[in-house]
């Protein structure tokens, strides 16, 4: 037995959101099935948004992390944890490990970090003041949220605690055979990539590419030419002037450490980045996903002893997959993909708008009048359309 007194009334907690949402059960007996009506009226079970599903090892012993219900990730308020900017590297290593072992977790921000406290009743109050991620779990916690909002909560698959605890514990040990690696750097890299923000991708994916190969050159390079007794040998190879990344991967290949597919990928990918700092070129999909391919290859490459570039195939597709510019299905929607809608308001201009509005005179004119070298390479593209469409 615990005795009572033991247990403070409430503790103060750091805590961080991150998207998407994610919900967390203390085991499969503990369930979430709200239906379309709880979400339309905002009835379904606040409380259990607000409740502590269980802890993980957070990489703070002797302490643990605690894992909320609605996803959220906390720590106690202790001075080494308390500051926003420390806190936030220990979430981030944390997400990447979730990440790496197959739970989808984008990185958390420094406006997804805010305090809160734990009730002794194993609830916690949450007081998220700036960002739209913190946000949006304060107003499912209290369901001040929109129905738009609350239709995330609906047919939401939560994933156990014990399940989370094996997807970090993987994630770990590939994290761990590729330190020293910004863990904050590669989340954002990832999340760049899936929201479509090109240049910022490939920036923090080559980043994280940089350190990776230095990783490889120092245990392959220079760890192995110090034991050769030739003097300042070791330091000549340390020297960055000499051995720019471009020339330790090129070094790496010849040695068999890099095959021909990642060395491709990392090829593609120092170009394109070349190209944007030096010239500003904005790169296109294909060149960011050649970095993130090239990163995830090389930490396959780092946890497979050189032996797999492709271990983290799957988890890289799912990245790829989400990107917001990959192209989507043209067309309808075909009925048995439709689950749940909703009406949306009608404009001045759409058939179901009824009633009285002020509308603006629009003014059009014909593009010759104004920009006569497009009205000619419009046409010129309609003549070059029309001469080679077939013959019936």
Known sequence: MTDKTEIPEETRLIIAASAPLKLFTKDRRD???????QINNSTYDYLKLNRVSGFIDGNVAPYSMLVGFDGTLALPAFPEFAQPDKALKI??????????????????????????????TGYIRIYAQTGSTGRLHSALRDRSA??????????????????????????????SQCDPLSHEIVLAGCTHYVSGALAEALTCLWTSIEQLVSRLWRIEVEEKASADGVPQRSGFLKDYRVWTTSARIELLFQKDIINTELYCSLNDARKARNNFIHRGDQPDLSAATAALSGLFYLMSLCTTDYADIHMLDDIRRSIEAKCILRPRPVGAIPKGDVKYWRKITP?????????????????????????PKRAKKIAMRKAHSSAIKPSA
């Open 347 to 371: 404009l001045p201009g759409e058939k179901d708008f009824k009633g009285r509005f002020t509308p603006y005179e629009l003014k059009f004119k014909p593009i010759a009048s104004f920009d």
């Open 31 to 37: 369930r979430w099935n709200p239906t379309l009506d």
């Open 91 to 120: 979430f981030n290593r944390v997400l990447l490990e979730m990440l790496l072992g197959g739970i989808y977790t984008e990185a958390a921000t420094p406006e997804d970090i805010f305090p809160g406290i734990l009730y002794k």
């Open 146 to 175: 929109s129905s738009l909002d609350n239709i995330c909560l609906l047919d939401h698959k939560p994933i156990t605690i014990s399940n989370l605890e094996k997807a970090v514990k993987r994630g770990r040990k590939i994290v």
